[in-house]
């Protein structure tokens, strides 16, 4: 079988050591209401959170409505006459009113439903009725409250600091420029799973960051990815570019699928959901993502899916027939928002691809919740005050990292 | 009352059996839920007697437009092969219905969101 394989065992992560010394955790960092509320004020409100594609806002006028349920903030994202991605807060500057209702749509002028203040797309206050009563309000300094606002590839950034400290360029850094020629706007079908679940939003990257739990809680639903000489799943090549993170995972090719079905949806529609295909027929069909610089820098022969981490929120898992967009908006300590949006190449062109796209779907989301009970019983643990404190191992690095990055975040200056 | 055969198209009569079980389920979280009440001998029953007529029910199903116009009978067999997407996971990934630790009568929406 692939002994040269075990070449790549020196990309194993902990190989690497810019690795933050972060051995434990305390439980309470993950169940304590004052840990919360500082890392909303100290996270999410002062880094860049990535929440939208801008293909979402294609054409002038074209806008959406998002929550960042973690502030109790409804955003509206909206692409100006000038071309110019801007966002504000939904509060109308009169009395409150968050007035815009629909999710998405296609607008010159924001009104309110309240007394029809209304707004132009770049935010300003256009006309208010009974303008005479109101000889104290300058409309050309009067306006939508606007949020920081960024575009990185195809996704737009907020920030909802005053004056964030770092431009979004800056935020993204070298992280952003070695992935900045993936390809996401061409995949253009999109499906989401948004789910409110029962555990601390860490849990989340914690369950996405390790490749050790595979094999034990995945054992049938995953078999094409740890291989013999990796059993335990290390993630190889880490690359770790403050406060963002990546890793790159291999595919089992001994592995031999044996479901009809399974085999009737890759047979007839030439993908699977990871690269299960050995290097040759890897080259002989290269995939949109698999040219870009950022994938597989290593050569790895067996590669299957990258993660790609936009720290606090996001996370990328790209898979062979598909992107995935991870979010994690945290709710409550007890409680996080997941989302999970899927983009595919394009949508179904026939009956057989429907049944296929909802066979991955399904499998997906069993995958996921699989994932997701652990951190449903995690956070059951922790908060029996059973443990005092968790501990990482070594081949748990790239929790170990943002771990780093959220006390880094929790410990800084103002 | 019209025998529920006779809804099915031509040739695709055995999977009668089927239909009060998957037939009117429009969703994936409906086939997902139903998956979960279902014994697995109900399962194995329907994976035997659809997985070797995916080639023929899919080549009948695309002999028509793809869209929301399929003719009655074409919709129910179409409804019907959907809930293979489900019932393999139970059949040929964890041989049993449910998947394991998730919370009982487990729900999960799956949706299209208007804008990509």
Same mark, same amino acid.
């Given at each position: 079988?692939?002994?040269?394989?075990?070449?790549?065992?020196?990309?194993?992560?902990?190989?690497?050591?810019?690795?933050?010394?972060?051995?434990?955790?305390?439980?309470?960092?993950?169940?304590?209401?004052?840990?919360?509320?500082?890392?909303?004020?100290?996270?999410?409100?002062?880094?860049?959170?990535?929440?939208?594609?801008?293909?979402? !806002?294609?054409?002038?006028?074209?806008?959406?409505?998002?929550?960042?349920?973690?502030?109790?903030?409804?955003?509206?994202?909206?692409?100006?006459?000038?071309?110019?991605?801007?966002?504000?807060?939904?509060?109308? =500057?009169?009395?409150?009113?968050?007035?815009?209702?629909?999710?998405?749509?296609?607008?010159?002028?924001?009104?309110?439903?309240?007394?029809?203040?209304?707004?132009?797309?770049?935010?300003?206050?256009?006309?208010?009725?009974?303008?005479?009563?109101?000889?104290?309000?300058?409309?050309?300094?009067?306006?939508? @409250?606007?949020?920081?606002?960024?575009?990185?590839?195809?996704? $737009?950034?907020?920030?909802?600091?005053?004056?964030?400290?770092? @431009?979004?360029?800056?935020?993204?850094?070298?992280?952003?420029?070695?992935?900045?020629?993936?390809?996401?706007?061409?995949?253009?079908?999109?499906?989401?799973?948004?789910?409110?679940?029962?555990?601390?939003?860490?849990?989340?990257?914690?369950?996405?960051?390790?490749?050790?739990?595979?094999?034990?809680?995945?054992?049938?639903?995953?078999?094409?990815?740890?291989?013999? $000489?990796?059993?335990?799943?290390?993630?190889?090549?880490?690359?770790? %570019?403050?406060?963002?993170?990546?890793?790159?995972?291999?595919?089992?090719?001994?592995?031999?699928?044996?479901?009809?079905?399974?085999?009737?949806?890759?047979?007839?529609?030439?993908?699977?959901?990871?690269?299960?295909?050995? =290097?040759?027929?890897?080259?002989?069909?290269?995939?949109?993502?698999?040219?870009?610089?950022?994938?597989?820098? $290593?050569?790895?022969?067996?590669?299957?899916?990258?993660?790609?981490?936009?720290?606090?929120?996001?996370?990328?898992?790209? %898979?062979?027939?598909?992107?995935?967009? %991870?979010?994690?908006?945290? %709710?409550?300590?007890?409680?996080?928002?997941?989302?999970?949006?899927?983009?595919?190449?394009?949508?179904?062109?026939?009956?057989?691809?429907?049944?296929?796209?909802?066979?991955?779907?399904?499998?997906?989301?069993? !995958?996921?919740?699989?994932?997701?009970?652990?951190?449903?019983?995690?956070?059951?643990?922790?908060?029996?005050?059973?443990?005092?404190? !968790?501990?990482?191992?070594?081949?748990?690095?790239?929790?170990?990292?943002?771990?780093?990055?959220?006390?880094?975040?929790?410990?800084?200056?103002? | 009352?019209?025998?529920?055969?006779? *809804?099915?198209?031509?040739?695709?009569?055995? *999977?009668?059996?089927?239909?009060?079980?998957?037939?009117?389920?429009?969703?994936?979280?409906?086939?997902?839920?139903?998956?979960?009440?279902?014994?697995?001998?109900?399962?194995?029953?329907?994976?035997?007697?659809?997985?070797?007529?995916?080639?023929?029910?899919?080549?009948?199903?695309?002999?028509?437009?793809?869209?929301?116009?399929?003719?009655?009978?074409?919709?129910?067999?179409?409804?019907?092969?959907?809930?293979?997407?489900?019932?393999?996971?139970?059949?040929?990934?964890?041989?049993?219905?449910?998947?394991?630790?998730?919370?009982?009568?487990?729900?999960?929406?799956?949706?299209?969101?208007?804008?990509?």
């Amino acid at each position: 079988m692939n002994k040269e394989l075990s070449d790549w065992n020196k990309y194993w992560g902990h190989a690497w050591k810019p690795v933050p010394d972060v051995e434990r955790i305390d439980a309470a960092d993950y169940t304590s209401p004052e840990v919360f509320e500082r890392e909303k004020d100290r996270i999410f409100r002062k880094a860049w959170l990535m929440v939208a594609r801008q293909s979402e !806002v294609a054409e002038p006028g074209d806008f959406i409505k998002i929550e960042a349920p973690t502030l109790d903030t409804e955003v509206v994202i909206v692409r100006g006459k000038d071309g110019v991605i801007r966002s504000f807060y939904n509060a109308c =500057p009169h009395r409150g009113v968050a007035l815009v209702r629909q999710c998405e749509g296609r607008t010159g002028l924001f009104t309110c439903p309240y007394h029809a203040w209304s707004f132009s797309t770049d935010g300003k206050l256009k006309g208010l009725p009974g303008a005479e009563d109101f000889p104290h309000v300058d409309k050309s300094t009067t306006g939508l @409250t606007p949020i920081h606002t960024g575009v990185w590839n195809d996704y $737009i950034f907020i920030n909802f600091a005053e004056t964030p400290k770092q @431009t979004l360029a800056e935020y993204m850094g070298e992280f952003g420029e070695y992935f900045d020629d993936m390809p996401f706007g061409e995949y253009t079908r999109a499906v989401e799973i948004i789910q409110d679940l029962p555990t601390n939003w860490k849990n989340f990257n914690d369950a996405f960051n390790e490749g050790y739990h595979v094999q034990v809680l995945h054992p049938k639903s995953l078999p094409m990815v740890p291989t013999r $000489i990796n059993p335990l799943n290390h993630m190889y090549d880490p690359i770790y %570019l403050a406060p963002h993170s990546s890793a790159t995972i291999q595919s089992n090719t001994d592995w031999v699928p044996t479901g009809k079905v399974m085999l009737f949806v890759y047979a007839s529609t030439g993908v699977s959901f990871i690269h299960v295909d050995g =290097p040759e027929e890897q080259a002989a069909k290269p995939r949109l993502f698999t040219t870009a610089r950022g994938i597989n820098r $290593i050569g790895l022969p067996n590669y299957s899916t990258s993660t790609m981490n936009f720290f606090p929120l996001s996370q990328f898992q790209i %898979l062979a027939d598909r992107y995935m967009w %991870l979010r994690y908006w945290p %709710l409550s300590p007890d409680k996080t928002r997941f989302i999970v949006r899927m983009y595919f190449g394009a949508p179904p062109r026939s009956h057989l691809e429907e049944f296929a796209e909802a066979f991955q779907l399904a499998s997906t989301r069993d !995958v996921f919740t699989e994932d997701v009970s652990m951190t449903r019983l995690q956070q059951q643990g922790m908060k029996s005050g059973g443990v005092k404190e !968790v501990v990482l191992g070594e081949n748990e690095h790239m929790i170990r990292f943002t771990t780093q990055m959220i006390r880094d975040y929790m410990n800084a200056e103002d | 009352m019209t025998e529920p055969t006779a *809804l099915l198209p031509k040739g695709f009569d055995e *999977l009668a059996p089927f239909i009060a079980e998957w037939g009117s389920l429009e969703t994936q979280d409906e086939r997902y839920i139903r998956r979960q009440s279902l014994s697995m001998e109900r399962l194995q029953a329907y994976y035997d007697a659809v997985q070797p007529r995916l080639g023929a029910i899919f080549d009948h199903l695309d002999s028509f437009p793809y869209g929301p116009a399929l003719p009655e009978p074409e919709a129910l067999l179409f409804r019907v092969v959907l809930a293979m997407s489900e019932v393999a996971q139970a059949v040929e990934v964890y041989g049993q219905p449910t998947v394991p630790h998730a919370p009982a009568n487990h729900s999960v929406t799956i949706r299209v969101p208007n804008r990509a």
